[in-house]
């Protein structure tokens, strides 16, 4: 059954994070900055891994991280993959938005670390990619990558891909409420082309995942597109929720 | 309280047989990779109490997703273990189904009574300063949650002639005929999501209780799920199968903590006890007890008690033993020669000693484990290799990896150059020498 590997410290997932960082983050939502609310979420993920890591005050290297921070260039923001137990030493990095949105650069780095780590990564729970943008792309067009990314996988499953789109301009109806919404169910849900175009780049949701979601309070549904309108700051929380929710021992 | 064996959280025990009036118990604990790659204890317990006609015994299985599940598995094991140990026949129906109705709506009132102790005890655990703040936050977000463990615990019963098991969560317990064939524990169901909680009680579910009638019953094994698909290999068990079992278990990727405790029931003459060892004199300043070695001994055990009330057991291989860094006031101490062979040894004469003494700096813990080996190319930094969109030159965006790194690995080049030219020196020296 796929996605049913569990993360342990001789098979850790790799979560690799693409963050857009481009003008536009710099941008308020609510009474923070964009990109300091994705920091926060971050932040709040990291410990939530950490806790799911941890045996008594031991931190298990259970997940592997890396995060790519883009905007007209794409930037190793850890200089590689970091273990989650070295992640918590160095802490959680700052950003400075900048630049426009190269997201096809920002897979196409993705799809080479893959391609690099993939032989290494039998037994291994399958990777999951955790994209964030507030913006449509730049150039050229990332849904070859995406797709060849999606094609790709260890024997737990082809590579997850999930999207979180920050802007108010996806549902047609917002989102009342995170913990009771069950995810995108039709494109006909969606306001936007490039919305669309995101919905055909996320994975449909593990029921693995699903059931770590639900012990989180979340109501997901199988199968649902990975994919999340970050409208709120309880909907971004719930997005970053979803890129620790690979099983663990 | 009566006196309750545990077998330590923070070493390995290989099996091992002890001799009761009810029959012969074997045991095992097995930390997982994990935990003893990074010197940690382990999440199980085990915890056993004997007299002349009975037998308790608990397992309880620490949940890792839980603030310490260790401490959650000791305080349940040594609670469990008791209260089985004190049951009031007397006060109980003899109808064996409404004895188990009773017994469980007992045991989960008890079980939700101890949250009260079992909060104390979660407030109280010092989390260390020098752990870093992230790791600090994620321990105190699972501290609002509690300790939780699941368990499974039983009293065996030669003069009722039952078998009494409760149990919550996952753990397993085999029951075997008198030729050694398997059989199942009447109406049985283990559930993962139940546990008992430090903050709730039991979590859930309720606590479940099963009472058998021993006429069938020839032997008893317990475990916890870390056995996992190897567990229909205990049918034929031997301590040197299950020492070999836990080595195997050990080596796979989701190797976990391992708990194995089977009773045959066989009422057997014990041959005579090993005679008392001696404390050598403490000394003050120091936390160690020394005492003669007893030959025949296979393991020592020490009693350990404040006021005249029992406080805990500790085992250990050689005739001394440092003592726990949580035991505080003046605490006595007796200890015991014991073989799998023999009835448990002759108690020594007790010792006092006021604790805490001084203790050496204790070392920064160990936050994180050492990677298990594995044949991979380096994980390696990824720079862009995407055209520039926009003609831009790329600049950082935040702050850089420092270049510490690569200076401390010019000096430690540095630093071996020297040693091979000084080992070259030395070398010629001597050997011009001669």
């Given at each position: 059954?796929?996605?049913?590997?569990v993360?342990?410290?001789?098979t850790?997932?790799?979560?690799?994070?693409?963050?857009?960082?481009?003008?536009?983050?710099?941008?308020?939502?609510?009474?923070?900055?964009?990109?300091?609310?994705?920091?926060?979420?971050?932040?709040?993920?990291?410990?939530?891994?950490?806790?799911?890591?941890?045996?008594?005050?031991?931190?298990?290297p259970?997940?592997?991280?890396?995060?790519?921070?883009?905007?007209?260039?794409?930037?190793?923001?850890?200089?590689?993959?970091?273990?989650?137990d070295?992640?918590?030493?160095?802490?959680?990095?700052?950003?400075?938005?900048?630049?426009?949105?190269?997201?096809?650069?920002?897979?196409?780095?993705?799809?080479?670390?893959?391609?690099?780590?993939?032989?290494?990564?039998?037994?291994?729970?399958?990777?999951?990619?955790?994209?964030?943008?507030?913006?449509?792309?730049?150039?050229?067009?990332?849904?070859?990558?995406?797709q060849?990314?999606?094609?790709?996988?260890?024997?737990?499953?082809?590579?997850?891909?999930?999207?979180?789109?920050?802007?108010?301009?996806i549902?047609?109806?917002p989102?009342?409420?995170?913990?009771?919404?069950?995810g995108?169910t039709?494109?006909?849900?969606l306001?936007?082309?490039?919305?669309?175009?995101?919905?055909?780049?996320?994975?449909?949701?593990?029921?693995?995942?699903?059931?770590?979601?639900?012990?989180?309070?979340?109501?997901?549904?199988?199968?649902?597109?990975?994919m999340?309108?970050?409208?709120?700051?309880?909907?971004?929380?719930?997005?970053?929720?979803?890129?620790?929710?690979?099983?663990?021992? | 309280?009566?006196?309750?064996?545990?077998?330590n959280?923070?070493?390995?025990t290989?099996?091992?047989?002890?001799?009761?009036?009810?029959?012969?118990?074997?045991?095992?604990?097995?930390r997982?990779?994990?935990?003893?790659?990074?010197?940690?204890?382990?999440?199980?317990?085990?915890?056993?109490?004997?007299?002349?006609?009975?037998?308790?015994?608990?397992?309880?299985?620490?949940?890792?997703?839980?603030?310490y599940?260790?401490?959650?598995?000791?305080?349940?094991?040594?609670?469990?273990?008791?209260?089985?140990?004190?049951?009031?026949?007397?006060?109980?129906?003899?109808d064996?189904?409404?004895?188990?109705?009773r017994?469980?709506?007992?045991?989960?009132?008890?079980?939700?009574?101890?949250?009260?102790?079992?909060?104390?005890?979660?407030?109280?655990?010092?989390?260390?300063?020098?752990?870093?703040?992230?790791?600090?936050?994620?321990?105190?977000?699972?501290?609002?949650?509690?300790?939780?463990?699941?368990?499974?615990?039983?009293?065996?019963?030669?003069?009722?002639?039952?078998?009494?098991?409760?149990?919550?969560?996952?753990?397993r317990?085999?029951l075997?005929?008198?030729?050694?064939?398997?059989?199942?524990?009447?109406?049985?169901?283990?559930?993962?999501?139940?546990?008992w909680?430090?903050?709730?009680?039991?979590?859930?579910?309720?606590?479940?209780?099963?009472?058998?009638?021993?006429?069938?019953?020839?032997?008893?094994?317990?475990?916890?799920?870390?056995v996992?698909?190897?567990a229909?290999?205990?049918?034929?068990?031997?301590?040197?199968?299950?020492?070999?079992?836990?080595?195997?278990?050990?080596?796979?990727?989701?190797?976990?903590?391992?708990?194995?405790?089977?009773?045959?029931?066989?009422?057997?003459?014990?041959?005579?006890?090993?005679?008392?060892?001696?404390?050598?004199?403490?000394?003050?300043?120091?936390?160690?007890l020394?005492?003669?070695?007893?030959?025949?001994?296979?393991?020592?055990r020490?009693?350990?008690?404040?006021?005249g009330?029992?406080?805990?057991?500790?085992?250990?291989?050689?005739?001394?033993?440092?003592?726990?860094?949580?035991?505080?006031?003046?605490?006595?101490?007796?200890?015991?020669a014991?073989?799998?062979?023999?009835a448990p040894?002759?108690?020594?004469?007790?010792?006092?000693?006021?604790?805490?003494?001084?203790?050496?700096p204790?070392?920064?813990?160990?936050?994180?484990?050492?990677?298990?080996?594995?044949?991979?190319?380096?994980?390696?930094?990824?720079?862009?290799?995407?055209?520039?969109?926009?003609?831009?030159?790329?600049?950082?965006?935040?702050?850089?990896?420092?270049?510490?790194?690569?200076?401390?690995?010019?000096?430690?080049?540095?630093?071996?150059?020297?040693?091979?030219?000084?080992?070259?020196?030395?070398i010629?020296?001597?050997?011009?020498?001669?």
């Open positions: 059954m796929p996605y049913t590997a993360a342990t410290s001789t850790p997932v790799l979560i690799l994070y693409l963050l857009d960082i481009s003008g536009s983050m710099s941008q308020m939502l609510g009474d923070k900055r964009r990109v300091e609310i994705v920091s926060d979420a971050l932040q709040e993920i990291a410990t939530e891994m950490v806790a799911r890591s941890t045996k008594g005050e031991l931190v298990s259970r997940y592997r991280l890396a995060i790519y921070a883009y905007e007209s260039q794409v930037h190793d923001v850890l200089g590689g993959i970091k273990t989650i070295q992640f918590v030493r160095d802490g959680v990095p700052e950003f400075a938005p900048r630049g426009g949105t190269n997201t096809a650069g920002a897979f196409l780095a993705a799809e080479q670390l893959l391609l690099q780590e993939l032989p290494y990564m039998s037994g291994h729970p399958a990777p999951l990619i955790c994209h964030m943008t507030d913006g449509e792309y730049q150039g050229d067009d990332p849904t070859p990558i995406v060849r990314i999606m094609g790709m996988g260890t024997n737990d499953g082809n590579v997850l891909v999930e999207n979180i789109f920050i802007s108010d301009k549902l047609k109806a989102v009342e409420d995170a913990y009771a919404w069950q995108i039709s494109e006909a849900d306001a936007s082309d490039y919305a669309r175009a995101l919905l055909r780049m996320s994975s449909p949701l593990p029921e693995s995942y699903r059931a770590e979601m639900q012990e989180f309070g979340y109501s997901l549904l199988s199968g649902a597109p990975m999340f309108p970050a409208q709120t700051r309880d909907l971004i929380r719930m997005a970053f929720t979803m890129s620790g929710a690979t099983p663990v021992a | 309280m009566p006196e309750i064996i545990t077998i959280q923070d070493s390995d290989p099996a091992r047989v002890e001799r009761f009036p009810v029959g012969r118990l074997t045991y095992l604990y097995d997982s990779a994990d935990s003893r790659r990074g010197g940690a204890p382990g999440q199980d317990f085990i915890a056993f109490s004997g007299g002349a006609d009975w037998l308790t015994f608990t397992l309880c299985d620490g949940v890792s997703q839980s603030f599940g260790d401490l959650a598995a000791r305080f349940l094991g040594e609670r469990l273990t008791g209260w089985l140990a004190d049951l009031a026949w007397e006060t109980l129906p003899d064996l189904g409404t004895l188990g109705s017994l469980g709506e007992q045991l989960n009132q008890t079980l939700r009574l101890w949250t009260k102790d079992a909060t104390d005890l979660v407030a109280e655990k010092p989390i260390s300063d020098l752990l870093p703040g992230m790791v600090r936050d994620a321990l105190e977000h699972k501290r609002e949650v509690g300790s939780e463990s699941m368990f499974v615990a039983g009293r065996i019963d030669m003069s009722r002639w039952v078998l009494v098991v409760c149990w919550m969560g996952d753990m317990l085999w075997w005929d008198a030729d050694n064939q398997p059989f199942e524990l009447p109406d049985a169901v283990w559930e993962t999501r139940e546990r909680s430090s903050k709730h009680g039991p979590k859930n579910g309720l606590a479940r209780v099963a009472v058998v009638p021993l006429e069938r019953v020839a032997r008893i094994t317990a475990h916890s799920d870390g996992g698909s190897r229909p290999e205990l049918q034929w068990l031997t301590p040197e199968r299950l020492d070999q079992l836990a080595e195997d278990l050990r080596s796979q990727p989701a190797s976990d903590d391992i708990s194995i405790l089977d009773v045959w029931l066989t009422p057997e003459p014990l041959n005579e006890a090993l005679p008392a060892p001696t404390f050598a004199q403490p000394d003050p300043d120091e936390p160690i020394h005492w003669t070695a007893v030959e025949g001994a296979e393991w020592y020490v009693q350990v008690r404040q006021k009330i029992w406080v805990r057991t500790i085992d250990t291989h050689s005739p001394n033993l440092i003592l726990p860094g949580d035991l505080r006031g003046e605490m006595h101490f007796q200890v015991q014991m073989s799998a062979e023999r040894g002759e108690l020594s004469s007790a010792i006092s000693l006021k604790l805490p003494v001084a203790l050496p204790k070392p920064p813990p160990a936050v994180s484990i050492p990677s298990a080996p594995t044949v991979r190319a380096p994980a390696s930094s990824t720079p862009s290799t995407v055209p520039e969109v926009s003609g831009a030159k790329p600049v950082s965006v935040f702050q850089p990896v420092s270049a510490s790194a690569l200076h401390g690995g010019t000096l430690n080049l540095l630093a071996v150059l020297l040693a091979l030219l000084l080992s070259i020196g030395w010629y020296l001597n050997v011009g020498t001669h």
